[in-house]
């Protein structure tokens, strides 16, 4: 369950970037996750650059991440 996902993912880290991927629109996205934030929408089908360019926006003033 995406909801449950999105949670789980939030516990773990509450400023982590999320991205939805549904065949939804918008607002039914909205209706659906009533009470979780997310930080971009991805309608499906989507292409590799739009998903590049999702991450980019999302990623713009971000600290990068430190080496493994």
Not at 3 to 14: T, V
Not at 15 to 25: D, F, Q, R
Not at 33 to 60: C, F, G, H
């Amino acid at each position: 369950e995406g909801a449950d996902a999105l949670r789980a993912l939030r516990a773990i880290d509450p400023g982590v970037k999320v991205v939805i991927a549904s065949a939804y629109s918008r607002s039914e996205v909205e209706e659906y996750l009533t009470e979780e934030s997310w930080d971009a929408l991805l309608r499906k089908p989507y292409n590799m650059e739009q998903l590049l360019v999702t991450i980019e926006e999302l990623s713009v003033g971000q600290p990068e991440a430190a080496p493994p």
